[in-house]
């Protein structure tokens, strides 16, 4: 096979080649609307965070004191590179940014830090933000379900993959040809990566990994557009990235449905703010205990039976001392749910490290793996959990899909409820900046320049 013809990366590369914003349904156009706002409220809600301060004081230090492209999180403005990094750091914060189920990649917070920052410096429109978000989605998704549930063992799918997809999304803006697709590409995978082990250490990673993604996606970009030349067959290639970080990837599913499937549509919201592995579950109980009636107190065990996915990534948080970290612990997230109702920020911030009622609850919380439920898994996240009461009661609950889930997405009210409360939690902006930030999301694909975004 030759590196230049017949291989699903020169396929999907003039896919996203030919792409044309007549060519995106506008069922897709919108949502993608929706996901650029529940993104950019995200990006905010990072404000003033520990994390970001430190990224934005590098950037300060790095970077040129002012520039063509914004940080959303000072309102300064500073070169592409530097302001896609702090976004993208700023986006995964608070665990509240998007997330495609059946590739387990969160694409907002690698594609939109990226492509907002080209865009501004290019000058580009609105149209011309959407169709590279798209672009982005569509070749990332498919790129990390080619990687396939192996990678994700050991690599943060967001951070490697993501770099691809950003990659990808500041080629569009730069209206690239198949050739230069495959560079940027090139370029991309040789630079992707990103470890879970930073979950057994409380660590910061996870912010690291999300801003280099985007950076380093518009570094491969750039660099391209001015001919440097990368590998032609990074993702399937004899020693390119699935060789190297997968044992069961697919070529069939880089090019799966190109121009009829919109992958960009398939992206769930995220409803509770914890990582979506506690999602299912945490629904699950939520509907047990307005079923039965039951108080937090009532319980003295819950089972969920869950993914090996999730066993993956939350086993590890055994007794979490921040956070962040407790976002990633099962029985935290669930003590939130049963005693307070919700697992919020307020509630994470507020409660998860501090109320007791939450400790105890976390300490009767167990997962195991469940056969259908990982054999569902990664189309369909299912959510399964067993309660026993204290006086020997015994329940069950069952989700098919949880809440946030193209089959049970949140609307746009909703979606402005979840903005407003996300960048009212960092005070990143004032009630009328908000009304306002949320209009323009709406008419995104009307919006001539996207330079004054506030």
């Known amino acids: 096979m030759s590196p230049t013809t017949d291989s699903p990366s020169r396929t999907l590369a003039a896919f996203l080649a030919g792409l044309r914003y007549q060519d995106i349904p506008p069922a897709v156009i919108a949502r993608t609307e929706d996901l650029f706002l529940d993104w950019f409220a995200s990006a905010l809600a990072g404000k003033g965070a520990r994390q970001i301060e430190i990224i934005e004081r590098y950037a300060a230090t790095m970077g040129p004191k002012e520039g063509s492209a914004t940080i959303l999180t000072s309102r300064k403005s500073s070169s592409p590179y530097f302001a896609a990094l702090v976004n993208g750091a700023s986006s995964h914060l608070v665990e509240q940014d998007d997330v495609h189920n059946g590739s387990v990649f969160h694409p907002a917070a690698v594609v939109f830090p990226a492509a907002l920052a080209a865009a501004q410096d290019l000058g580009k429109s609105g149209a011309d933000l959407l169709v590279a978000a798209v672009a982005g989605y569509e070749a990332g998704i498919r790129i990390g379900e080619f990687m396939g549930r192996s990678h994700y063992r050991v690599f943060h799918t967001t951070g490697t993959v993501g770099t691809l997809a950003a990659a990808v999304a500041v080629g569009k803006l730069m209206d690239f040809d198949t050739g230069q697709f495959l560079h940027a590409l090139g370029s991309a995978g040789t630079q992707a990566a990103g470890l879970w082990e930073f979950l057994r250490d409380a660590a910061d990673s996870k912010q690291l990994h999300t801003g280099k993604a985007a950076a380093d996606g518009l570094l491969a970009a750039y660099l391209t557009r001015d001919g440097f030349t990368g590998?032609?067959?990074?993702?399937?290639?004899?020693?390119?990235?699935?060789?190297?970080m997968s044992s069961d990837a697919d070529p069939a599913k880089l090019t799966d449905g190109l121009g009829s499937r919109w992958a960009t549509a398939e992206t769930s919201f995220k409803f509770h703010a914890s990582c979506r592995h506690t999602h299912p579950a945490a629904d699950a109980l939520q509907v047990l205990m307005q079923r039965e009636g039951l108080r937090h107190d009532q319980i003295a065990a819950v089972n969920t039976r869950v993914h090996q996915g999730a066993i993956d990534v939350l086993g590890p948080v055994v007794n979490p001392q921040t956070v962040h970290q407790a976002k990633f612990s099962m029985g935290t997230v669930l003590g939130l749910i049963a005693v307070h109702q919700q697992a919020g920020l307020t509630e994470f911030e507020q409660q998860a490290l501090q109320d007791p009622r939450v400790a105890q609850f976390r300490e009767k919380v167990k997962m195991t793996l469940d056969r259908e439920v990982d054999g569902a898994y990664p189309a369909r996240w299912l959510g399964?959990?067993?309660?026993?009461?204290?006086?020997?009661?015994?329940?069950?609950?069952?989700?098919?899909?949880p809440k946030g889930d193209p089959d049970n997405t949140l609307s746009r009210p909703e979606l402005e409820h979840k903005a407003a409360k996300l960048i009212a939690f960092s005070s990143a902006a004032s009630d009328a900046e908000i009304s306002n930030i949320i209009a323009r999301a709406w008419r995104l694909h009307e919006e001539r320049e996207l330079s004054e975004l506030f």
Not at 231 to 244: F, T, V, Y
């Open 231 to 244: 590998a032609q067959r990074i993702l399937e290639g004899a020693q390119g990235m699935a060789a190297g």
């Open 384 to 401: 399964r959990v067993e309660v026993e009461t204290t006086d020997g009661r015994k329940f069950s609950a069952a989700v098919d899909v």
